[in-house]
């Protein structure tokens, strides 16, 4: 450290491990290991100082004088969408590679091995060593240092400022310097201003849908960043505001925000013609008395925008110049589509102006009301708007086809863009055909960005793009609904739904895709209440203090197999505790049905009036799974009683095997031995994958990757392993 002296210090978990770790340790031996990272010796740390406990639960909660420490876990979860940001879960989708995952204990046990202490300390070395070289090209990878560093010269602001801070702190950097060049100050209020303005009254336009299943194209028209483009073409902002048209008070003020404004006497009636006027009652200058900041610095962004993309388009080869321009253009992006939301923070804003924010929202509504009444007027389009979202529209354009709608929607487009002052433009973005609308922000369908591109599934608001399922649904819906969209026949619909459910109760499905994993936020909860996550993670941090999740960290769980009426609750479990229970317990297959994948579909299917519940209470009903699923049963209340089926063919005996098979000994034991041979040879070739991916055949029962599936697989076939000693225990009932 002191040789290269960096600026960074990168750990992807430095609370619990990493930097956190060493410090706390450091801490309790005695030793300033604070103050030896640290450029100034001499200043005082976050240990020897107050704890910052919103860093802790934002960042990383660690600072040390003169260097920046980046957590990559809670970066990763600023930046991509998954649903572990476990360590392998992040290199798997990010540097598209597997890794191995050992547990801090094994690490330990291993370090300490006297058996073969070097091989096993060289082992350790190697995986830290790796673990460490990981988080590097993940950082790389997602571009964040340089991206960061971009986006801090665009708004203004320090490097860590952009990882740590909020959009206001972006907006008011870039605000108050271009004020400044206009004689102007910005206002800072107090606690009680802000709680004593009055709340905004205004909302966005979410119209609810007409729920249906549409075979027709549906046309959907966007307004390109709306709520910037009100800002400009009506010229709104904080120094062009005249009020409402209200009769001032006594003194002459008239409320605006948390202030007041003082309006002279006549000021009003004498721009009253030439004022802009917006329909929830307020007054602004137009732009060629007074041109406002905000509009002027929205406007400046957006032009700055497009000329950075479209120099984008002449770096030719220049990978590093394409990268910078690409974070700068999105820096410009992100800054002016959070302008609004600056105006409108009433609780912890820096300058909130209800009554501007109002004046935003309700323009952009009325905005959108004036398409939706020209969509429906223009007859020669024969169309209707089947929903409308804030600033997107969804046109049906019925008994037309595709290359029609997409004429139609340019045509839409422009003439309600004529409508409008500059820079408001109205655009179509795509295409869905066909498509089901199921309630407010949830819809989907297949997506057409031209009338002759391929079909892509656009889904939003529903399970198959939602975190809080687990794969299994996500996998089952996507599917559902591309069977559906691609034949339009429920028939064949439902043939595939039989054979998912099939596949559950015979557990036939990687144990992966039964995990759930969602978020866990430590302090929230009450005590007798605890969501199924937050239970699992109690659990953990009764065996480990160390081992329980940090704030928003998501927790995987299984749902198994209890007591009859149990809670939820009593019985989630890690996936790494059904692993371990060497087939004592199993998937609920009943709760997965009923509980996760049955709704979900449910809600898409009752727009044809289908009822998926019935298609599952009308499958024929086993007794038991096949016997090579099930040929453990240590524990269980079978390992008690003695077999009643043939291991061979599942009927009924008294024996295990049956007088049936006995009497054809070479048949029998030819089928055993195929049996058991199957079963080693799925186990090698799991295997070697876990040696490719670990390194080492005696680390493989070591690594615990719980969102790797190979792992479950390489699992269940070591207990169907160890458990054809019972064919080969039958082998002594053939009679020869």
């Keep these: 450290l002191r040789d290269t002296d960096p600026d960074i210090l990168v750990g992807f978990e430095v609370q619990h491990a990493s930097c956190g770790y060493l410090l706390e340790r450091s801490a309790a031996i005695g030793f300033p290991l604070d103050r030896c990272l640290s450029r100034c010796p001499f200043h005082r740390s976050t240990l020897e100082s107050r704890p910052d406990t919103y860093g802790q639960q934002q960042q990383s909660g660690i600072h040390v004088c003169g260097r920046e420490i980046l957590n990559v876990w809670r970066l990763c979860r ?71 560093c971009e986006l801090a010269r665009v708004f203004g602001i320090d490097f860590f400022s952009v990882l740590s801070r909020g959009s206001q702190y972006r907006v008011e950097s870039m605000l108050y310097r271009l004020a400044r060049t206009q004689n102007f100050l910005l206002l800072s209020p107090s606690v009680q201003q802000r709680q004593s303005q009055p709340a905004t009254e205004c909302i966005p336009l979410v119209m609810e849908p007409q729920s249906a299943f549409y075979s027709s194209p549906v046309c959907v028209l966007d307004f390109r960043s709306l709520y910037p483009s009100v ?47 917006t329909p929830n009652g307020m007054a602004f200058l137009p732009p060629d008395k007074r041109e406002g900041v905000l509009p002027r610095l929205l406007r400046e962004i957006l032009q700055a925008r497009v000329a950075v993309k479209k120099l984008m388009k002449q770096v030719g080869g220049d990978v590093k110049l394409y990268r910078t321009l690409n974070s700068r253009q999105f820096g410009l992006k992100l800054i002016a589509n959070v302008t609004y939301g600056y105006t409108s923070a009433g609780f912890s804003g820096r300058m909130p102006c209800a009554d501007l924010a109002d004046a935003i929202v309700q323009t952009g509504r009325e905005t959108l009301e004036r398409a939706i009444r020209t969509v429906e007027e223009g007859r020669q389009w024969g169309a209707r708007v089947i929903y409308g979202d804030t600033d997107s529209l969804f046109v049906e354009i019925p008994g037309r086809s595709r290359e029609e709608a997409f004429r139609i929607g340019r045509e839409i487009a ?7 002052p500059a820079p408001m433009e109205l655009e179509l973005e795509k295409v869905y055909q066909p498509s089901m609308m199921v309630a407010k922000k949830r819809y989907v369908g297949y997506s057409y960005d031209s009338p002759s591109s391929k079909p892509v599934l656009d889904a939003k608001g529903i399970e198959m793009v939602r975190r809080d399922s687990c794969p299994l649904v996500m996998r089952v819906q996507e599917k559902a609904l591309k069977v559906l969209f691609e034949t339009k026949n429920i028939s064949k619909l439902k043939s595939y739904m039989e054979g998912v459910f099939m596949d559950i109760i015979a557990s036939n499905l990687n144990i992966n895709e039964y995990v759930f994993a969602k978020e866990v936020r430590q302090g929230t909860y009450a005590s007798s209440t605890l969501p199924p996550a937050a239970t699992v993670n109690a659990t953990k941090v009764l065996r480990d203090p160390r081992a329980g999740a940090l704030h928003a960290e998501r927790i995987p769980y299984v749902v198994v197999c209890g007591q009859p009426g149990a809670r939820l609750v009593d019985l989630v479990l890690d996936p790494r505790e059904l692993l371990a229970s060497s087939g004592m317990l199993r998937i609920n297959a009943q709760y997965y ?104 055949m005696r680390l493989v029962t070591g690594c615990d990757a719980v969102d790797c599936p190979v792992l479950y697989d390489r699992v269940k076939a070591q207990q169907l392993w160890e458990a054809s000693s019972r064919i080969d225990w039958g082998v002594n009932f053939l009679e020869w």
Aim: net charge positive; aromatic share 6%; glycine share 4%.
């Design 78 to 148: 600023q930046e991509i969408k998954l649903g572990l940001y476990n360590y392998t879960n992040v290199c798997a989708k990010v540097l598209n590679k597997r890794v191995p995952s050992f547990p801090p204990q094994l690490l330990h046990s291993w370090f300490q091995h006297l058996a073969s202490p070097h091989s096993l300390k060289r082992q350790v070395l190697l995986y830290l060593l790796e673990k460490a070289s990981n988080t590097l090209l993940i950082l790389e990878a997602m571009e964040l240092v340089g991206r960061t």
């Design 231 to 277: 800002v400009i073409a009506y010229n709104m902002c904080y120094s062009t505001c005249l009020g409402k048209l209200v009769e001032p008070d006594s003194d002459g003020n008239v409320k605006l925000g948390v202030s007041s404004l003082r309006r002279a006497p006549g000021l009003l009636a004498s721009v009253r013609e030439e004022a802009i006027i």
């Design 593 to 696: 049905i009923t509980k996760a994948l049955i709704p979900c579909l449910e809600r898409l299917l009752s727009l044809f009036g289908v009822d998926i519940r019935r298609w599952y209470l009308e499958l024929p009903r086993y007794s038991r799974a096949s016997s090579r699923d099930h040929a453990s049963h240590e524990g269980s209340i079978r390992s008690h009683f003695q077999s009643m089926h043939c291991i061979l063919c599942d009927q009924l005996s008294r024996t295990a095997v049956c007088a049936e098979c006995t009497s054809l000994p070479q048949v029998a034991l030819c089928t055993m031995q195929n049996r058991r041979g199957r079963v080693e040879r799925d186990l090698a070739r799991l295997c070697r994958i876990c040696v490719s991916c670990v390194g080492s």
């Design 414 to 420: 422009a003439a309600v863009t004529a409508e409008n």
